[in-house]
C-alpha cells in the first residue's frame, strides 16, 4: 500500500507502514496504517493488547485513554460494563460498579474500577500483577517497493 500523499524527492510514493494484533484464536483483532511519516508506539501497542485482554476477560469496554482513564471520578483505570451484563449479573459477579445517570434513565452506563476486573493472565479479580501478551501476537509491517 502506498500513501499518495507522501512522496520521495522523485515523486514515487512511500510505502505505508502496517501493525496488526493476532489473539490466540489466531483472529487479527486490530490493525493500523501508518504513513512514513508518523511513528509508531510500542507503548500504545501494549495498551491495546492489555485493553483487549481486559475486555475478553470482563465482559466491558475499555474507554479511550485507558488505563490511565476516570482520575477525575477517582477511578482511574475503570472500564465500562457491556449494556449486554444484566444487573443481576453485574451485582453478582462486578461489585464495586457506580451507575451513572443518562437522560434516558436507562443504567447502562456502568463503571467498573480496575481492581474490579480480571486481569490477563490470572483467575482472580483484581490481580496487580502487569499484562502479559497471553498469546496475543504484535506484528509489524512495511510493504517494500
Known amino acids: 500500500m ?11 510514493p512511500v510505502t505505508v507502514r502496517a501493525m496488526f494484533i493476532i489473539d490466540p484464536n489466531k483472529r487479527i483483532r486490530l490493525f493500523q496504517y501508518y504513513p512514513a511519516s508518523v511513528g509508531r508506539s ?3 501497542v501494549c495498551r491495546t493488547i492489555e485493553a483487549l485482554q481486559v475486555a475478553d476477560e470482563n465482559s466491558v469496554a475499555t ?3 485507558w488505563p490511565n482513564n476516570h482520575k477525575e471520578y477517582g477511578m ?11 444487573t443481576e449479573d453485574a451485582d453478582r459477579h462486578f461489585h464495586g460498579f457506580s451507575k451513572f445517570d443518562v437522560p ?9 474500577p ?32
Do not use: Q
Open 2 to 12: 502506498f500513501d499518495p500523499t507522501n512522496v520521495d524527492s522523485k515523486g514515487i
Open 42 to 44: 510500542v507503548e500504545e
Open 63 to 65: 474507554p479511550g485513554g
Open 76 to 86: 482511574e483505570g475503570a472500564a465500562f460494563l457491556l449494556p449486554s451484563v444484566s
Open 104 to 112: 434516558s434513565g436507562k443504567e447502562y452506563l456502568r463503571l467498573i
Open 114 to 145: 480496575k481492581d474490579g476486573l480480571y486481569e490477563p493472565g490470572s483467575t482472580s479479580r483484581g490481580n496487580p500483577e502487569t499484562a502479559k501478551l497471553g498469546g496475543y501476537k504484535a506484528a509489524a509491517s512495511s510493504s517494500e517497493m
